[in-house]
């Protein structure tokens, strides 16, 4: 099925099941220890043996030599796996890094060797009695020293404007020139990246946790050089991701090359310290915004470059996205520059480019609305647009952004705010803060594959994943509600290469994508039951288990008596996004307060207030946005991958080191969602929510900090040591 027009009204409308705030389908299995995650998948056949991954102890070099003679004497040992021994490997198209070292070592805690033995204690043991002499090479691991060097960013990344931004920033009455800094920051998610791995012949089955299963195929297979079609991925449930689990990580390929040398099925999990250097990480940033603005608060110019690093063949994080988008002005410039450094690999993390991006931005605005002695709210409603500012003819398919800062500031008690530094609770120092959020929209091709049995019951099959987010339950939601059963009706199969090829989930695109073509599925299937009813032309209704046509009615049961009736489709898309920007607008307010004498920041209100298009399910898309926002708070005022600069890793790589917020962290968290259905972008109307919840919350945690101090801290995390020491001065 293509998507190119507007839809039109669809049995999703009815939301007899879609849009009602459901319990996820899954919670039993979760809570019951039954739902099989990577390393738990105890019924694959075979003894189990398991791999231990070594690090390489230098970030930059060539391995001149290893060797492995006494790990593989050791007790329980079966092989060790290394460059000499592994075969021919390629590299995926999604990895920066080569994913195995040798002889060259690319970053910190590349994989150098995998030992494989009877035990994950052998196995341990044995790797550390590997001994590998390295030729350590200088490398760069600063990001601010290399910064003079990095180069313009290319295709998509390529710096853009419109008009001359240059003279009317020279010729605005009100100027702000400001250097913002985020640092590099890990997913650090719950589950640690794990497979199982079994050859059968030539034929490998991998368990694994992967939010996009068909890349991880395409990308193991051409790591392996072999086939894909003899490469099966299976990843039904994830503990977690964040963006760390994209692309094929070293666990992956480990366990594959271990399980071809030890001739049986062996499990690898990279253990916690590995995970941040081996594995995927966001990059630092450096921004500098100027926005010029008249005297009544238009802004007639409006500049953002930023500055991150990576490896050789890496991309920059996209920071200037969202300032293309989020606020009117005639003359633009964005420009993206990327650094070379030899720091593990940057790449994706939860919302990519707008989190740090808004991060800055957001600042910026405020402090430009102090400048003009506006109030913040008032100041980003001025100069919202309806149209891309960038291609005026192109409108926004729906911008609800006015609404959701006037919405949130009515519900907060925006109207109490006062001036930085003069609301005092006892010792506390008490101030709010509010930043925009924006993310846009991406559709993605989507396949699945729907069965009706002759009881009735509907099984849907798609590579899909699950990463926490509620896809099983919204997925039997649509199948639910397409072919009028209950959802007690509805199995949902997800997470299996040998299913059809999914949206996977990433980039906010899984609910919107994937529902989709569920629905693309379900419409043929809907076709062939009434075809088997043997119903004439007219409109159906399927409702209560029924299908109408006309005044002729008959069970869904009916259409399959004679065997199982099976629909596959996917759903693609025209050229609607082009013709309509589509994005998702939000607002977050915060309530911070500070203690005068110590410099404790405590986070004590949230609120969000989301324009997201339909929402598929009001309780898993809360849950979504209070994580996000936990995490926002996280990314305001602890997080932080701190780099040794002599030797090129982050330090703090385990959750001991690195510090993400606890309960006590979060306050109550308000979500609200505006009822808005974009008929733009899908036949769901829906768009995504799991990124936009994270946009902008850390700049309304600065600003909630700044209005309670009157104190402006521009380089991320704001820990108390940037601000302490001008305390004394409001105390």
């Not at 309509?580 to 915060?590: D, E, I, L, Y």
């Amino acid at each position: 099925m293509k998507f190119d027009t507007p839809a039109g009204t669809n049995p999703i409308d009815r939301m007899t099941v879609v849009g009602k705030p459901t319990p996820r389908i899954d919670g039993p299995l979760k809570v019951s220890g039954k739902a099989p995650y990577a390393y738990e998948h105890h019924d694959v056949p075979g003894d189990h043996a398991y791999g231990y991954i070594l690090g390489s102890a230098v970030a930059k070099g060539t391995i001149r030599s290893i060797n492995t003679a006494r790990a593989e004497r050791a007790p329980g040992v079966l092989a060790v796996v290394t460059h000499r021994n592994a075969g021919k490997l390629g590299k995926g198209r999604m990895n920066t890094a080569h994913l195995l070292a040798g002889p060259q070592v690319e970053h910190y805690h590349q994989a150098v060797a995998v030992v494989v033995a009877e035990s994950f204690e052998q196995a341990r043991a044995a790797a550390a009695l590997i001994d590998v002499d390295y030729a350590r090479d200088g490398g760069r691991f600063d990001l601010a020293a290399a910064k003079p060097g990095a180069a313009d960013g290319t295709g998509s990344d390529a710096p853009s404007g419109v008009g001359d931004f240059a003279s009317a920033f020279a010729a605005a009455p009100v100027q702000l020139d400001e250097t913002y800094t985020t640092p590099d920051q890990s997913h650090m998610m719950m589950e640690p990246h794990a497979t199982i791995a079994r050859w059968e012949g030539d034929r490998l089955t991998v368990w694994t946790s992967n939010q996009m299963v068909n890349w991880g195929l395409k990308d193991l297979a051409t790591t392996l050089q072999m086939p894909a079609e003899k490469v099966r991925l299976i990843s039904p449930y994830i503990g977690g991701g964040f963006g760390g689990k994209l692309f094929l990580r070293a666990d992956v390929l480990m366990a594959a090359l271990s399980a071809r040398a030890a001739k049986r099925p062996v499990k690898v999990a990279l253990q916690r310290p590995l995970m941040p250097n081996n594995t995927t990480h966001r990059p630092a940033t450096i921004q500098r915004i100027r926005i010029g603005c008249t005297p009544d608060g238009k802004i007639a110019a409006i500049g953002h470059e930023s500055w991150s690093g990576d490896l050789e063949g890496g991309e920059a994080e996209a920071a200037t996205q969202q300032t293309k988008l989020l606020y009117a002005g005639p003359n633009r410039m964005t420009a993206l520059r990327l650094a070379v450094l030899d720091l593990p690999e940057g790449n994706a993390m939860r919302a990519p480019g707008e989190a740090p991006g808004l991060m800055a931005l957001e600042i910026a605005i405020d402090e430009m609305a102090e400048k003009l002695r506006m109030d913040p709210v008032a100041f980003r409603v001025l100069n919202d647009t309806q149209v891309d500012p960038e291609k005026p003819e192109r409108p926004f398919s729906e911008r609800n952004l006015v609404r959701c800062l006037q919405d949130g500031a009515e519900r907060f008690g925006w109207s109490r705010r006062k001036a930085p530094g003069q609301v005092r609770e006892g010792r506390w120092l008490v101030g709010m803060g509010v930043a925009a959020a924006f993310r846009n929209n991406i559709n993605q091709k989507s396949g699945a594959r729907v069965r009706l049995s002759p009881a009735g019951g509907v099984v849907v099959e798609t590579d899909m994943t699950d990463i926490g987010t509620g896809t099983y339950t919204i997925v039997a939601q649509t199948a639910a509600e397409m072919l009028g059963v209950p959802l007690a009706k509805v199995e949902v199969r997800l997470g299996d290469s040998a299913f059809p090829v999914s949206a996977g989930s990433g980039g906010q695109w899984g609910a919107n994508s994937s529902t989709a073509g569920v629905y693309a599925a379900c419409v043929k299937l809907r076709e062939q039951i009434v075809q088997k009813l043997g119903f004439g032309p007219g409109d159906a209704v399927f409702e209560n288990g029924h299908v109408q046509v006309g005044n002729r009615s008959a069970d869904i049961a009916d259409a399959a008596r004679g065997g199982e009736l099976v629909a596959e489709d996917t759903m693609e898309y025209g050229d609607l996004a082009k013709r309509f920007q589509q994005s998702t607008f939000g607002a977050h307010f915060v309530e911070a307060a500070v203690d005068r004498y110590t410099g404790e920041a405590r986070v004590r209100r949230m609120l969000a207030v989301c324009a997201a298009g339909r929402i598929l399910n009001p309780t898993s898309a809360r849950s979504q946005v209070i994580g996000a926002m936990t995490m926002g708070v996280g990314g305001a005022l602890m997080e932080e991958l701190a780099i040794d600069k002599r030797f090129g890793f982050f330090v703090n790589h385990d959750l001991a080191g690195y510090e993400v917020p606890v309960h006590m962290d979060i306050p109550h968290q308000e979500v609200v969602f505006l009822d808005e259905a974009d008929d733009k972008v899908s036949p769901m109307k829906a768009k995504g929510v799991g990124e936009l919840g994270l946009c902008g919350v850390g700049a309304a945690v600065a600003n909630a900090v700044y209005n309670a101090t009157g104190i402006r801290v521009r380089e991320y995390p704001i820990t108390l040591d940037k601000y302490l020491d001008r305390l004394g001065e409001v105390a």
